[in-house]
Nanobody
Framework: QVQLVESGGGLVQPGGSLRLSCAAS????????MGWFRQAPGKERVFVAA???????YYADSVKGRFTISRDNAKNTVYLEMDSLKPDDTAVYYC???????????????????WGQGTQVTVSS
């Protein structure tokens, strides 16, 4: 079955960096787009970044220029490099797999079929 396992979260000071990883299994990873979303306490889950199966990338305005999404198809892994972190970036970060033949935009959670369990990122001094 499909499994998505996030790792790399933790506590970091403002201005610091973290790299999140999402290890995928149970499907042909290289044929699917992948996304990262985040959810802060008491708020809705929101789009962060996505990468298509041909490595086109998409970013939320709030992270553009600070975060970089990438994928390694040989390792079935998608990454989220986060630089210049701010306290507002504090959230649980989730990776997700695009639904086959989805026509919903990359920023919409409804376009994703499978989700990981999430990893906590806390930005605080």
């Amino acid at each position: 079955q499909v499994q998505l396992v996030e790792s790399g979260g933790g506590l970091v000071q403002p201005g610091g960096s973290l790299r999140l990883s999402c290890a995928a299994s149970g499907f042909t990873f290289g044929s699917y787009g992948m996304g990262w979303f985040r959810q802060a306490p008491g708020k809705e889950r929101v789009f962060v970044a996505a990468i298509s199966w041909i490595a086109n990338t998409y970013y939320a305005d709030s992270v553009k220029g600070r975060f970089t999404i990438s994928r390694d198809n040989a390792k079935n892994t998608v990454y989220l490099e986060m630089d210049s972190l701010k306290p507002d970036d504090t959230a649980v970060y989730y990776c997700a797999t695009r639904s086959r033949n989805s026509t919903v935009g990359y920023s919409h959670p409804g376009g994703y079929a499978y989700w990981g369990q999430g990893t906590q990122v806390t930005v605080s001094s």
